[in-house]
């Protein structure tokens, strides 16, 4: 009797400070399949996308955090990458049956293109969901 193939649902991001945003992100790309897994960033590529006072978590609590979610099956710390061509060879490796996005990230092209390459389909899972960026919450007064 053969074992029944998993469908393995990708997301990344930095999840530096989670927030209710992360948490239905999560949980809704969890619905499409039977594994969810997590591209976590580096410490290094927080702080050259989100400024030189992120992350505010090191990527190893970030990555116990994460793991404690029920809905969350594995997590990967990423190294310091630049190049598209870096983490697709990452999202080649895993093989992801869907790529989980939010409906107005900027960076759709690429993830389209990681897609195309790992043989997965987009899934938009949510919209970005009211002040819940987590840059936003600390530019707050």
Do not use: W
Not at 23 to 35: A, P, R
């Amino acid at each position: 009797m053969s074992e029944k193939k998993k469908n393995i649902v990708l997301v990344g991001g930095c999840f530096d400070v989670l927030h209710p945003g992360h948490i239905t992100f999560l949980e809704k790309s969890k619905e499409l399949g039977d594994l969810l897994v997590v591209l976590l960033e580096s410490d290094e590529k927080v702080r050259k996308l989100k400024g030189t006072d992120r992350p505010v978590h090191t990527q190893k609590d970030r990555a116990k955090v994460l793991t404690a979610l029920r809905f969350v099956d594995k997590v990967i710390c990423l190294p310091f990458m630049e190049s598209e061509a870096e983490y697709a060879q990452v999202i080649a490796r895993i093989k992801p049956n869907i790529i989980a996005v939010t409906k107005g990230y900027p960076n759709i092209s690429y993830h389209k293109q990681a897609a195309n390459l790992a043989g997965a389909k987009i899934k938009y899972v949510t919209r970005l969901i009211g002040n819940y960026s987590t840059s936003g919450i600390f530019n707050r007064d």
